[in-house]
């Protein structure tokens, strides 16, 4: 657990070589990176109190969802700026790479396992909605620790979260439409404004108001930590009766299963001959492809589908934080995927130096 935190020596080599100014953003940047480690903690502990005593957050209505995940949305946009976007028109084939695996490869998969364990009505609309939103910040922080790229991954997610205005509800209409019926008008206008509203203010505050940036940057991890957990605890809480029943526990391995696979398949798709990226590129890919935002599924689930289908986003938060994290701490300790057979079954006797 203690590999989540944060290598001295990157920092202590990047105080060297800054001045007072880019120091002060430094140490704002650990801060975050600090806080970003403690957040499965803060998931696991919300999980367990929502389950165990559901008054913790039983008071948590629907309508504070909403400013919540604006919260977090803000936390993002005061990080971004013109130059960022910028940057999507130099490095197109790695974000269109990013794009197919989140939008295409993704909602394919939530579809496939959903089916594949015969999910129920009550938690299936659920479960592929969370398989159709963008990507979470928090795989940032991950493709930090992976070694990966990190530029790549804070572009990757404000991206194809900005896209999510207008893909999330297409998918969800085309996807489960069927299922439950869904107004992909309504809840674009919701997206709209839980989301692009809040992430361009920060980008007009980061652009135009710097010394306000400066004043809101190390409070933000803290409110982003605050509004996660009261998104995940309150559809755990309220609908505690049906995780705990018989039909809620066989939710847990289809889950894992989602999660596990999406990190896969976003590994591999950017390995294929025809894109051939780079291993801190297939890394940052394959986090932003298992880590999605859950919260906005939450949110979204509970405007537009009912209380009992948020239960599947909120268990997505668990899963995705824990597996994401342990998955980029395996890179970031020098492991590589073609390691995973001696690692799992170590060779008896001596061993060979590379």
């Known amino acids: 657990m203690l590999s989540f935190g944060i290598n001295p020596n990157d920092i202590a080599h990047t105080g060297k070589n800054s001045n007072k100014d880019s120091s002060s953003s430094s140490s704002s940047s650990s801060l975050s990176h600090i806080l970003s480690a403690t957040l499965p903690f803060v998931v696991a502990a919300t999980a367990i109190a929502a389950l165990a005593q559901p008054s913790t957050f039983t008071w948590v209505s629907k309508e504070l969802y909403a400013p919540a995940l604006g ?39 939530g579809v496939l396992i959903a089916g594949s364990f015969g999910m129920s009505r009550m938690f299936y609309a659920g479960f592929v909605l969370t398989s159709c939103v ?29 896209a999510s205005v207008l893909v999330t509800p297409l998918l969800t209409g085309l996807l489960i439409g069927s299922v439950v019926p869904v107004d992909a008008v309504a809840m674009s206008k919701s997206i709209l404004q839980v989301v692009l509203v809040p992430v361009t203010l920060g980008l007009v505050l980061n652009t135009y108001a710097k ?22 605890g309150s559809p755990l809480a309220i609908n505690r009766n049906q995780i705990l029943s018989a039909e809620g526990l066989r939710l847990v391995l289809p889950i894992f299963m989602f999660h596990a ?43 537009f589908l009912g209380s009992s289908q948020a239960v599947p986003p909120a268990c997505s938060v668990v899963a995705m934080a824990i597996m994401g994290l342990c998955l980029a701490s395996f890179w970031g300790s020098g492991y590589r995927i073609r390691d995973l057979p001696s690692l799992l079954m170590p060779e008896s006797g001596s061993t060979v130096k590379a």
Do not use: H, N
């Open 71 to 109: 919260g977090i949305m803000l936390s993002i946009g005061i990080r971004l700026s013109i130059d960022d976007f910028a940057l999507a028109f130099k490095r197109p084939l790695p974000l269109s790479v990013g794009f197919i695996a989140q939008y295409v490869l993704k909602p394919a998969l």
């Open 134 to 162: 963008a990507g979470a910040q928090l795989s940032s922080y991950a493709s930090f620790l992976s070694k990966g790229d990190v530029a790549l991954s804070i572009l990757l997610t404000s991206s194809t979260t900005i």
């Open 261 to 303: 696979v999406a990190f896969t398949v976003g590994y591999w798709v950017s390995k294929i001959p025809v894109f051939r990226q780079e291993e801190e590129v297939s890394r940052t890919i394959s986090l932003c492809t298992g880590m999605q935002s859950s919260t906005l599924a939450g949110l979204l689930a509970t405007q």
């Open 211 to 232: 010394p306000v940036v400066t004043v809101l940057e190390p409070v933000m991890p803290f409110v982003a930590m605050i509004c996660t957990s009261l998104c995940i």
